[in-house]
């Protein structure tokens, strides 16, 4: 068998491994067959991503002054859930602006959970501060953030804990996404962020109120992934 032929093999046997509608049985024994062209013809896993790095796009979703502390917060939830990357742009006229990189329909998802969020959080810290006047908006969303974050961990710990093979197809979803990124954004440097000052009864009552958070699907969001709103 050729290199080509070899790497067209390999793409399908995953291709049928992350497949729904395969048996768990089915599903493992596709990998270790790729698993074996692959260090017989010496082929790493990133080779077999590459030739689909075209279908990523890039979506600018808020452009502000100033990005606002909840959309920053929100932007954490999505890099960790939602198989986008989000990429903080600073343009020449002063204004910063947030962009989605990932698949187009993993893009149009968090796009609707991006706008969805932001409105949430918000009227979640307006109901807050009708109890709490001195409250610290920023240590509420941090709370608000982690709330949700560990929600949708358990989600997805019970889910993947059912489906080994979903398991280890949502880890080749994040690595493919970072080496597509990788490659499409190579001068893109992390940054750290000041951490504010900010309560432990803000934290607190975040949480527990991001702990109650159900992203409600909008029809874009049905449309690209039915299954892509964990903690629902």
């Avoid at 790497?7 to 270790?32: H, P, Q």
């Avoid at 502390?69 to 204004?95: M, N, W």
């Avoid at 019970?158 to 970072?178: F, K, M, P, V, Y």
């Avoid at 962020?193 to 909008?218: C, F, H, M, W």
């Amino acid at each position: 068998m050729e290199r080509d032929k070899a790497l067209d093999k390999i793409k399908k046997l995953l291709a049928r491994a992350n497949d729904k509608a395969a048996t768990a049985a089915e599903a493992e024994s596709c990998l270790l067959k790729a698993q074996k062209l692959m260090r017989e013809f010496n082929i790493d896993q990133a080779e077999t991503w590459r030739s689909d790095e075209s279908k990523y796009i890039q979506s600018e979703v808020v452009r502000a002054g100033r990005v606002p502390k909840e959309a920053q917060d929100v932007c954490s939830i999505l890099t960790c859930h939602f198989f986008v990357k989000c990429v903080y742009v600073r343009h020449p006229d002063g204004t910063s602006a947030v962009e989605l990189f990932g698949l187009p329909e993993n893009v149009a998802v968090a796009e609707y959970v991006f706008h969805f969020l932001v409105l949430e959080f918000r009227r979640q810290f307006l109901v807050y501060r009708k109890t709490h006047p001195d409250a610290g908006q920023a240590g509420f969303y941090i709370g608000l953030s982690r709330g949700l974050h560990q929600k949708m961990r358990r989600a997805t710990a019970a889910s993947t804990s059912e489906n080994s093979s979903q398991g280890n197809a949502l880890i080749r979803l994040d690595n493919q996404l970072t080496v597509a990124f990788n490659r499409a954004k190579p001068d893109v440097r992390s940054s750290r962020v000041r951490s504010p000052i900010v309560t432990a009864e803000d934290l607190r009552n975040g949480y527990k109120a991001g702990q109650e958070i159900n992203i409600r699907p909008g029809l874009r969001a049905e449309a690209a992934s039915p299954t892509a709103l964990p903690g629902s």
